[in-house]
């Protein structure tokens, strides 16, 4: 986009920028700052406050420079050399300040407050009003999580321009007029928004607080520092406070690469698991009991184990870059294995391929830009909630936007949904593909095609479990030129993958089968005894279930949680010999581990994390491990050592050097085998399932403030149709019965879920969906109302050794 | 850098110089002697004087004036305060207003008494009394919680460990 | 009366031209059919020849806002006429709708044939019950007889009209405010640029228009700009419609031609004022405009002659004030009209409105202080040109006029402790800190 630039003179200062830029950001790139409380440079300028006025030389009003947009020549005197702009400027704080409470001294936002810092630097410093402030009840609870105090409120519409701009929830809206107008929620609604702590973040005075730091601490008190969320792979970047080495708060930091602004919920207060009672800071070894031991005793046991042995690995998607990496090289070179896995859901094909090598290009800045998006399978608010925000901007900007989904998502106000069955996936993308008919998927493929390069195709690690999903939607992205890319939930899946830990891939998505491939690592790793490909997570599992695994490490991963299928993670964990779990606790896993690492949380350890466009970003220790628990990569340093061996580095630095060589972006990918079919769908009912943004997740314990105003109860959504068939009513309960299980769980009824497909979340309060689930996210089902009398919910009471009653 | 050479000053400038300051001792050898002979004398401090410990007010209707706001902590340059605030019970307040101090503790051997605590103090909640006798046998001893700051101080000379010594 | 030519009230007091046929039979709907044969641009121009100036309170030309709309958007034009008079003091465009709604949908139709527009929407007061029923039924009736729809009188140009009642709001007679409401949104006045002919309505170019200023548009186009121009001042042709009310023999609304003294407006309309006594204020344009005195009898009442001495046309609410109205209560009552009404969007309006009330009562009530006076002097210019809308700028006006032209009688307010007109108020020295309850 090219733009005309514009030269104008503000204070005396000649600055040069784009046309149409506003006054007061063009004063920003000059140093100067002119004050303001309903400017926000994410939302569009609404010249309320009326705080930033200017003079602008030939005119006989001020304006206001928030609304403002400079003109070639144009002559800007601010409050710095205009004592109209100053005076105006004074009289206009002395308007906001007359109702506002002076209880500083309380309100958590004393000491970071932009009224406060304004009033001191710009404010008449004394007071003419003489009468009684407004008055109004407070707090007011908008949720558990959000708290509103209307007196000190100064209307700047920032939250409700929020809400309506950016997070397109309008929970909040103003309400009444003149002096009673104030911020307001249905009466009986909740601020039910996932992303409901970035209006306390913007908002510019105390008027709303998060209850999760109120009254916890003072600015003073905090020690801050600079952080990556370790949530999901969207990677805000986050600000981190701590009092007393203890996280009381998490903000958002801007980044308009990654976050703009914003973080979610759920990264915002979901902080307090490395703080959890439950964390373990010691090793563990199993004599009788577990025991504390010291690293040496459990690396020396563990070596024992693995000496000739069968060893494989599985981790999720908290480990960093690094530690993947360590992980991947461990593996391959100390225990001669490739059975290491990161996933959960199936082989992703080529798809997974281009992604893990980093050839896919899709960023935020391009979904940004792009004028056609096609999501398909992906909840992006619920699962990766920053690109939600993303994809609504670029919607925004007129981009056409396509959902090809089970279940309609949150961004039905801007994109066309296209509700199919999880085996109709590859069909629909095959007709995308060729773009010719009326129907939606053609007009996706059509906007994809007139898109072109700025066509973008965003593939949820979801949609890999439908048969065919994968190589179709590759197919469809040649097919209409756009740019397509996976997006995976957890927060370092991508780094996981490039990094190498994966069955068949070395670093930087380097297949081992490949020869040539395989000698670029070996230059760096020495020969790589082993070079058949591995078995992936599914296959892990069932060889421990038939004994064919004598040791298998659970890396920061619990397969009785995480797992789509309980009973063989179960099946898994009974029969392999030896458990090592290395992680913040045991949780689920307790009665199994024979010895028990503990490792750093993601505040006390370096490295990086990648985001799901493959952007690497920088975790930076900000406190102390706790007791003597250690970053994961040098666990696997210390335990390759302890087995004869060595990793070749000791140092974080030495480590990075090796892996940047490796992950750096490559030319092309060789060619690889169509990912393998999925198990066909059966005609009945088809259930299908994905986590919700706040749900029973480990990182998430602990966080009751953000349950109680986000999580939903498990419940079943079903189609009209399909209700009525079975027999079911919206607000009764059903029986679901799969091959793996059953359950009992309230019914919603829908229009907005497709015909034929059952939705359950996979791990809200009342249910462990992994417990209907046969290794695929996707299962056949059978619905039949429950009547009082039925039996207790749940699979068979021994596949879910955790649940809780709720 | 070069230096003048000190003037040597003769001798009887020295002698008189030596008789002055012994004028100076003899003068005050012979004074009314104003040592205070604590613990065995008790000597009030003057009406209004700061000098000694905190002492946490309470409104009259029994309210602590304290809001838990920090202020006191941020403005001690001995970081001998801490306070942790928390939310009222509206049912059964512990002070008026949203927030009040569930902790709050000084620790008298950072403590320099100089009083810049009283002035940041929004409701007047911390005044220092003029109850200077404080000694501790224990680091723990020294830390004043809540409870012990709220009580007003003991008339002088009544503290049992002061006594003791 | 004063037998000065009357244009859009002459069949005032004649009910027969309420129903449709009786319009048509006095001579209604001759407009219409002479627009339905020229083109479009042809009638901008005849109403721009005809230097008509809108009558809601700007007075901005017609014709130059209807040819300011672009016509090659791709988006619908609208015409939006304004019928939210809510402006304390003016009632004239309510009579023109009961007493002759016809002449009001007849100009509105031709404003969109000029610019092209087949939707118009009439946005009606809320509070106007009987007035929104009258044109309700006359829409009906037009649309009965072909002269709304999807084929005007035949000449296969398509006009609809649609009628939205208002929920009670002075602001959404701020034209931008009007259109959010329209949208259904908050009547909050918009951002311009980009100004309402560009993009208003649904983010389409839209004409908005005063009731008043739409019924001279059948006039201008069946008698031609000429015999419009007869009446009037060259730079305010034609009449205007003044409401006169307050303290005066005969309150009511009186068609006037441009330029007339206040003179005649008072005495010979309004038979001077109420029992004899003597004139202290008045107002030219509503409570928004800043009051005139016993002074300015023989000012011109149009547009240039009213700004000449300080003040503006506005909507030609006239409200009349005598010599035994305190004026400190006068301002106080009319800000506490703003403060009420003020959207509560931008902080000048919303606080300054809300504080100036407070002040202005306790100095009403005898609680004033000396600072007070210069207090509301500053506060009026930190309000001044410095809110959102003009709202706020309106009601500067009752403070600052009445400071003006009776600082007096403020200073007599605080030195005194009462009102020094109707002696109201605790006397001397009233104690300090009793008004802050």
Redesign the interface.
Known sequence: MSEDLVTLTIDGKEVTVPAGTLIIRAAEQLGIEIPRFCDHPMLDPVGACRQCYVQIEGQPKLFTSCTTTVAPAMVVRTQNTSDEAHTAQVANLEFLLLNHPLDCPICDRGGECPLQDQALAFGPGESRYREAKRVYEKPLHLSALVNLDRERCVLCARCTRFCDQISGDRFIELYARGASQQVAIAPGEDFRSPFSGNTVQICPVGALTATPYRFVARPFDLSTADSVCPHCSAGCNLKIDMRRGEVVRQLARDNLEVNDGWACDKGRFAFGFPDSPDRITTPLVRDHGLEPASFGEVFGRIAEWTEGKRVAFLSGGRLTDEESYALSKLARTVFATNDLDHRRHLEGGELELLWAAGLTGVTYERVERAKAIVLVGLDAEQEVPILHLRIRKAARRGAKVFVIHHRRTRLHDVATHILCRPDEVAGLLAELAAGTSAAPAGLAGAALREAGNDGVMLIGAGALDRPGAADASLAAASATGARITMVSRRANDHGALRAGVHPGLLPGGRPIAVPEDRAEVELVWGQIPNYRPGRNARQILEACARREIDVLFLVGVDPLRDFPDAALALRALRNVPRKVVQSLELGSLEPYADAFLPAAAFVEKDGHFTTWEGRSQRLKPLRPAPGIALPEWEIFASLALACGSDLGFETLEELQEELGGLVAARESVPDWPPSPAPPPMAQGLELFTYPLLVDEGRLSEGAARLKAALQEEAFVEVHPQDAAATGLAAGGRAILRTEAGQAELPVRVTEHIARGTVFVPFNQPGLAANTLLSGTFATAVTLEPAHAAAGPSGGPADAQPEEVPA | MSREPAPQPDVLQQVGAIAKGMATVFKQTFRKDNTEQWPKQIVAPPERSHIGRHLLNKHENGLEKC?????C??ACPADAIWVE???NDPENPTSP???YAKDYQINYLRCIMCGLCVEAC??RALTLTSYFELSFTSREEAIWTKEQLLEPPPPLGTDPVDREG | MTGLPRVITRHWGDESVIPLDGYVAAGGHRGLRKALEMAPDDVIALVKAAGLRGRGGAGFPTGMKWSFVPQDTGKPTYVVVNFDESEPGTANNRELVEREPHQLLEGAVITALAVRCETVFVYCRGEFLWPGTVLARAIAEAYGAGYLGADVLGSGRRVDVVMHRGAGSYICGEETALLSSLEGFRGQPRLRPPFPAVEGLYSAPTVINNVETLCNVPHILSEGAEAFRATGTEKSPGTKMFTLSGKVERPGNYELPMGTPFRVLLEECGGGVLGGKGLKAWTPGGSSTPMLTAEHMNVGLDFESIAEVGSMLGTGAVMVLDETDCVVEVARRLTEFYAHESCGKCTPCREGTWWATRVLGRIEEGYGREEDIPLMGEMGRNILFRSFCALADGAVSPISSTLKHFQAEYEAHVREGRCPVTGVGPGKAPLEGVASS
Not at chain 2, 67 to 71: F, M, R, W
Request: proline residues 7%.
């Open positions: 809001i838990g706001c920090e202020l902590a941020f605030g928390a939310d207003g949203e927030r929004p409701t």
